[in-house]
């Protein structure tokens, strides 16, 4: 298998089709976690926890992640193994964006006559969540495989990132463009951004990875038939509560995941306090807080299209530097934010912001190359499940623990907000620079070796240096 893979070849325009996958997922991401919930709280006046609570189900179903890789290693649906369970995935999506209309319909009809609870309103939001997360979990670890496996190792880390970057790009072009689309709620022009959704986001999701399997096979030089009887055999090899409990009997595992959990956590703990610490502390305006994300974001994208140019050519078992040094980056951010809280120094806040966000952008470069070593090629979809869970997870678990600090801090015991807010973004830096200190003692470079990687005495030697 390690003789195949190496076979592959490098194609630039295959990288840029499989990441036209993305348009697709950030036009639905806006849509649901986004435009729906500002509708149903700010317009017809839904409680936000009932709301939230839908928005999070993809978070409470992430174990979905981790089986629907292990099955695109497994077991192969419709002839292939990544591609039907992407179009499976998707397909439960595009089913669930009219139903999230037809439920914003009712819960408008509702509010007219003054009242804001309808039984069959919430039924479709909560079917309409349901089918949305279903299918984001099933589609999106088979689709970060089918990444992987496109490009040769010493690609692997810079495939995976190149995808994450065009999410994280039209996250904010489609934002921007859904923000002038829709100034204020119209029934109307609302389904016309979801009917632009399926038909452009699902044009995107066939159009982006239809043949990659088939190309991928004949640069290997195998047919479909040895791909389905190798997948045969190893499924008949073990089940899924065999493989993950094989994978995570290595303690580099263990320690990764660790490591991938408490960095997300601590980078996302911020998310929900970051424009009220403005209005509180500062008495900023809308119009101001509104930008801060914008900060922090936009230069994430600027150092993660740099870290692509500039260590295009490092193999991505020498990332775990560049990844340590954008969380101490990320680490310093939050510490010149806390001190920004507790000494009131309004003209530091924007500075904070993008050293943190150029941080983020090193750490996410650094981060999915190693996502990319920590995975075998034989189980590359269960692997990148069990990342997907972490990131997942605990990206919602820090957003959450931010907003439950800030409230105790503030409200329960009673805290100042410049010391209460100055105390949880230092917490947060105290988090980086844990994630630091155990990404250091992860062997990294055996773990390579041993799933078949192959590594130069000279490649060694240069990442010990580093």
Known sequence: MAREQNQLSFSLWRLLRLSSFQIG??????????????????????????????????????PLSLWAGYRSDTRPFLGMRRTSYIWLGRGLMVLSLPLLGWSLMRFAAVHELGANFDLLGWALALL??????????????PYLALVRDSAPKERQGLAISTAETVLIIFFAIVGITFSFWLQEYDPLVFWEMILATMIIGGFFWVFSIWGVERSIRQQKGITLAQELAAVAQQSSESSLLATMRRIWQDPRTRRFFIFLSLATFSAWAQDAILEPFGAELFDLPLSRTTRFNSYWQAATV???????????KRPPERQKQIANGG???????????????????????????LIFGAGFGVYTFGGLSLMAVMSSDKEAGAYLGLWTISVVVFKGLGTFAGGALRDLL?????????????????????????????LSGIDVLGFAREMGRVISRTEVQIASAD
Do not use: C, K
């Open 25 to 62: 997922s950030a036009m639905g991401d806006i849509i649901v976690t986004s435009i729906w919930n500002r509708m149903m709280i700010s317009q017809f006046g839904i409680p936000a926890t009932p709301v939230s609570l839908l928005i999070a189900l993809r978070y409470l179903l992430s």
């Open 327 to 353: 969380l101490l980056a990320m680490a310093l951010g939050m510490v010149l934010l806390g001190g920004t809280a507790v000494f009131q120094q309004i003209h530091l806040i924007e500075i904070s912001l």
């Open 410 to 438: 503030l409200l329960g015991i009673g805290l100042g907000e410049g010391l209460g807010y100055g105390l949880i973004f230092s917490l947060e830096a105290v988090g980086l620079a844990t994630a630091v200190f155990i």
């Open 128 to 141: 309409s969540s349901l089918l949305y997360g279903i299918g984001t979990l099933v589609s999106g670890s």
């Open 302 to 312: 600027l150092t993660l299209v740099g870290g692509a140019y500039f260590w295009r």
